[in-house]
């Protein structure tokens, strides 16, 4: 029905009066389930009263003519049409494997009150839409719909009500058949080819490597054709770029058949060739290369079409680790790095046509991971979108062993979709033609809406979970019934040859012909080799590098500086913050830590490197220290000074997140893989929410390049810091990132000044030829502390250092005999300490980068002191945290007879106390032991002893213990005696056993 007041009025005769009365009936229960000008209507319009038969009367009821009719017929019908169309797919024939579907009881006429007489005697115009036009009355209007609807394609689109346009684009995409007209021979014979080479290919390879895991698509063979028709489509509508993501099941032959990889190239990965040969990124031979299974790498080709010609259409398929669908939120990232053109100053300019996004999904894992969901929440969020992911769940009913009743509480695996508004298609793996009008779809509507679309494709899985699993120990009655049925290809064969368009016995000599080649590839006698365009190698490059020149002319600052801090006309900031950003950032000779970064930003920019910038509150930072987005405080509207860099040459983005870590980090790793302009940062509203993201660290960041030969240059800002406010927020878990550190494949930082993050962040992005992630642990209260501000001259004519040396106890190195070694915000409560001038023996030296170790760097600053009796590793975190157990050995190697001492706390299993006042008087005896402590035996190097303090507090709950003592003041404003300088008072212990320990 047209959605217009006076098409509402002119209709309203007869059998169209009970259509208008169930939109009606529908709008009181829900007023957003009809578009907006039928809602407006009917605020304002009342239904024609009734008579006692039913009836409406002849004549005229609320300005509207009518004749009599039964309108309680009528609304039934209307009823009836509407659950057809919502709940048909609740009969569908979903399951190749034959079981019944569901039902549901609104689809059977006389639940509504109606006979196929009633319906008989009704206009088709009752139904409406396209079908009107192709059938005579009411009841064949119906029956249609039920074909269109109940067939072997189930259109799920009900929860798509309160979006009109859509829900009428969809409904007329359907009931049109516009994507679902049967195939011309040509069609239908390339089907058939496809399928051919599919299933020849899992059956080439079961047999000529017997035993061998692969994870075959078998039962789901349709879904390579499909792939096939959405890349063609994708060529026809000037696409440039398609990225996918998906998991191993099906992998080999997507590879081979839709990016194709050589056949040649699968094979010899199956012979398992010694993948360690050839320099490493430590330099050494095959040490850092471990490469990955086969079916978990990654390629980027272009899809060939049948006739070999090189389509314009590059596929990207994302590596992925067996963590299933932590791949999905790095296929994001990589497909808006492609849309984004980044070589203009100002917000980046994305362009939904440029790539698109292809995703594979299991029907046991897309239900299953929380991953899933986070990454559906992107899709239509101004930081993430990508104008439409489509998506297809390769359902096999079954995960590895467990079945839909113990997987998922819904009745369909796609269910988690609809609460995103994707509209779904469940369709039949066994019917070709409904596969290929269900992508053609997914893809039509892609491109009218630029939203997301889920294919459910209904298939089996052929054997075990790997080829070498029985699943019949399990589900036998399910696999009694696979090893029956045929497969899709033989299906559509005696599909074709019923149809006249195949010869008897073709099909059988096509299967002949496919496994003939590939035997002979497999053999040396052929090759397909010449067509192979991977650009991902198997050697990683060194990273083994200077340190780049990153000093900015003190002049160009100074001019930066003054454009970051003008407003345009009419703009009203906040008063306040207006005050505060031009006092503090109007002044260069103390550059506190936000400031230093928006420089590094801005002359980054101006050099054409493209900056993005992403995370909870990061457009004004968690401690309210950023302010990259100023809001005009009497309109809202936005200005973003690092978009109008006077000089600049790319683009700065910066983005809130969601309240979403794993598909956020993985987002921001995939948009590294695809752009190698920019730099890239992820910040965490406090570091140790990097815990929810850790298989994309351990799977991705940390081990991506090593597997799969992929640099990432993602910058990681991981608040770090413990002042007091429990064992929560605390720690970023730098410990952890140290034990993933190996053959240089992460650099990790703790920095003690402004112009180190300054310097850091751009020598980061000039490293372009040698990406490795940037894992920085961040400050919080050292933000605005004035031991870390640093001057202009800092950032003009310094650089970065790896090891920053003591440069007061410099100039008296004679008489130094204690190295005092520690990192990040812990070194201003060593040096801040009320005491610490009377420890003239003592140098403290700061550790910036604490991996890739600098040893060269360290060695110079011990060999600076001639007089050392020993060396101490002074930290925050508990003994067996942060970065103790990584530096100890580095350390002792170098020292070479030298005693490596630990001062700190002993080993707990949680970061931090609960309680500010035993955090403050413990990290003032850390402190004091640290300066003055004298070598012995130690409650703070023994982990079984916790330590006791003078007013009888202990850390087990007795009198005077930190559950019952008062919280301290959080720290979320970076204020406080606690948080500039040290926690608590420091008095020198004469003559007592010190709190190291060798």
């Known amino acids: 029905m047209q959605s217009r007041t006076g098409d509402l009025q002119a209709e309203f005769q007869g059998p169209n009066l009970g259509y208008v009365l169930g939109l009606y009936e529908s709008f009181k229960e829900d007023p957003e389930s009809v578009d907006e000008e039928t809602r407006r209507f009917f605020e304002n319009w009342r239904p024609p009263e009734m ?88 009841l064949e209007a119906v029956r249609e719909l039920r074909r269109l609807y109940c067939g072997r394609t189930g259109y799920d689109f009900g929860h798509i009500a309160h979006l009109p346009q859509e829900r009428f684009w969809l409904r007329d995409a359907v009931e049109s058949e516009r994507f679902s007209t049967p195939m011309n021979e040509t069609m239908a014979r390339w089907v058939l080819k496809r399928l051919t080479r599919v299933e020849t290919f899992e059956r080439f390879l079961h047999r000529t490597f017997l035993g061998q895991k692969r994870f075959s698509v078998e039962g789901n063979d349709i879904v390579v054709p499909m792939l096939d028709r959405l890349m063609r489509l994708a060529s026809e509508a000037g696409t440039p770029e398609v990225v996918m993501g998906m998991a191993h099941r099906g992998r080999l032959n ?7 990889k050589p056949y040649a190239k699968i094979f010899s990965e199956f012979q398992q060739p010694d993948r360690s040969e050839g320099k490493s990124m430590g330099g050494g031979s095959g040490e850092a290369w471990v490469g990955d299974v086969k079916y978990h790498l990654g390629i980027r080709n272009y899809h060939l079409k049948d006739e070999e010609a090189t389509s314009q259409v590059l596929i990207n398929l994302a590596p992925n680790p067996s963590h299933l669908e932590h791949v999905n939120p790095v296929a994001l990232g990589m497909t808006r790095a492609a849309q984004e053109k980044r070589d203009k100053v100002g917000p980046p300019e994305q362009d939904f046509k440029a790539a698109f996004n292809v995703i594979l999904h299991g029907d046991a894992a897309f239900i299953g991971e929380g991953v899933c969901a986070e990454s559906l929440n992107l899709s239509r969020l101004p ?8 998506h297809i769940i390769t359902n096999n009913q079954l995960g590895f062993t467990t079945e839909a009743r113990d997987a998922r509480s819904t009745t369909y695996a796609s269910d988690l979709a609809k609460g995103y508004e994707i509209p779904v298609v469940h369709v039949n793996a066994d019917d070709p033609e409904a596969c290929m009008a269900a992508i053609s779809m997914a893809f039509a509507y892609r491109e009218r809406f630029h939203k997301d679309f889920m294919i459910d494709l209904i298939g089996y899985r052929r054997f075990g979970h790997n080829e070498g699993d029985e699943p019949a120990y399990t589900q036998p009655q399910m696999y009694e019934i696979i090893r029956n049925h045929p497969t899709v290809r033989e299906l559509w064969a005696k599909t074709l040859e019923e149809r006249g368009l195949i010869e008897p016995g073709e099909a059988d000599r096509l299967v002949e ?18 067509t192979e365009e991977e650009v991902i190698t ?67 920019i101006e050099e054409g490197t493209a900056v993005r910038l992403t995370g909870q509150d990061s457009q004004r ?12 405080e009497k309109t809202g509207e936005e200005y973003v000074p690092l978009q109008h860099v006077p000089d600049g040459k790319a683009s700065f983005a910066v983005y809130n997140s969601p309240l979403s870590e794993i598909a956020v980090m993985g987002f921001e790793y995939g948009y590294s893989m695809n752009s190698s302009d920019s730099l890239l940062l992820w910040e965490a509203q406090y570091g140790d929410f990097a815990n929810v993201g850790q298989p994309m660290i351990d799977q991705f960041i940390a081990s991506g390049q090593a597997k799969w030969g992929q640099a990432s240059e993602l910058v990681m800002l991981l608040p770090h810091g413990y002042e007091g406010n429990g064992p929560e927020h605390s720690s970023a878990r730098l410990e952890r990132f140290l034990q993933l550190a190996a053959h240089e494949n992460l650099r990790i930082a703790n920095l003690t000044t402004a112009a180190q993050y300054f310097h850091i962040l751009r020598a980061q992005a000039k490293l372009v030829d040698y990406q490795r992630p940037l894992i920085i642990m961040a400050p ?69 980068l604490l991996y890739p170790f600098p040893e060269e760097r360290v060695r110079e600053l011990i060999g600076g002191y001639p007089n050392l009796e020993e060396v101490i590793w002074a930290q925050e975190e508990p003994k067996n945290m942060g970065a103790w157990f990584f530096m100890e050995p580095r350390l002792r190697e170098i020292l070479d007879g030298v005693p490596v001492l630990y001062v700190g706390k002993p080993a707990r299993p949680s970061p931090a106390q609960g309680s500010g006042r035993f955090h403050k008087q413990e990290h003032a005896r850390i402190v004091s032991e640290a300066l003055f402590g004298e070598l012995g035996d130690s409650q703070y190097f023994r982990p079984e002893v916790e330590p006791s303090f003078s007013d009888g507090m202990d850390s087990k709950g007795e009198e005077g213990s930190p559950d019952s003592i008062p919280e301290g003041k959080a720290d979320e404003d970076s204020k406080g005696e606690g948080e500039n300088g040290s926690n608590g008072q420091v008095e020198r212990k004469k003559g007592k056993k010190s709190g190291v320990s060798s």
């Open 621 to 632: 930072g968690t401690f309210s220290h950023r302010h990259a987005v100023l809001h005009d």
């Open 513 to 530: 012909e496919v496994y003939q080649r590939m035997t002979d590839i497999h053999k040396g006698e052929a090759s397909d080799m010449e």
């Open 254 to 260: 997507v590879l081979a058949h839709v990016l194709n």
């Open 780 to 848: 919080k209260s050292l933000l605005r502390h004035p031991m870390s501000a640093s001057s202009l001259e800092d950032l003009s004519e310094g650089a970065f250092q790896l090891v920053l040396d003591d440069t007061k106890a410099r100039e008296r190195a004679e008489k130094v005999t204690r190295l005092i070694l520690c990192s990040g915000k812990f070194y201003t409560e060593l040096e801040g300490a009320e005491a610490r001038e009377e420890a003239e023996n003592v140098a403290i030296g700061r550790i910036e």
């Open 383 to 390: 930081g993430y979108t990508t104008g439409g992911a489509i």
């Open 51 to 138: 008579n006692g038969a039913g009836t409406a009367p002849a004549g005229v009821s609320n300005g509207t003519s009518v004749s009599g009719v039964d309108v309680d017929k009528v609304i039934g019908a209307a009823k009836y049409i509407r659950s057809i169309r919502d709940f048909g797919h609740s009969a569908a024939q979903l399951d190749p494997l034959g079981s019944e579907p569901p039902g549901d009881p609104a689809l059977d006429a006389e639940w509504h009150g109606i006979t196929d007489e009633d319906l008989e005697k009704m206009p088709s115009s009752v139904v409406g839409g396209p079908i009107t036009d192709r059938t005579e009355n009411a």
């Open 538 to 604: 198997d050697v990683p490059h060194t990273p083994l590098v200077e340190i780049p020149d990153t000093a900015v002319p003190a002049e160009r600052l100074e001019k930066l500086n003054a454009a970051l801090l003008e407003r345009p006309e009419g703009f009203t900031p906040n008063s306040k913050l207006e005050r505060m950003m031009q006092k503090n950032r109007g002044d260069l000779s103390q550059i506190d830590w936000a400031h230093a970064e928006a420089l590094a930003f801005g002359s980054l």
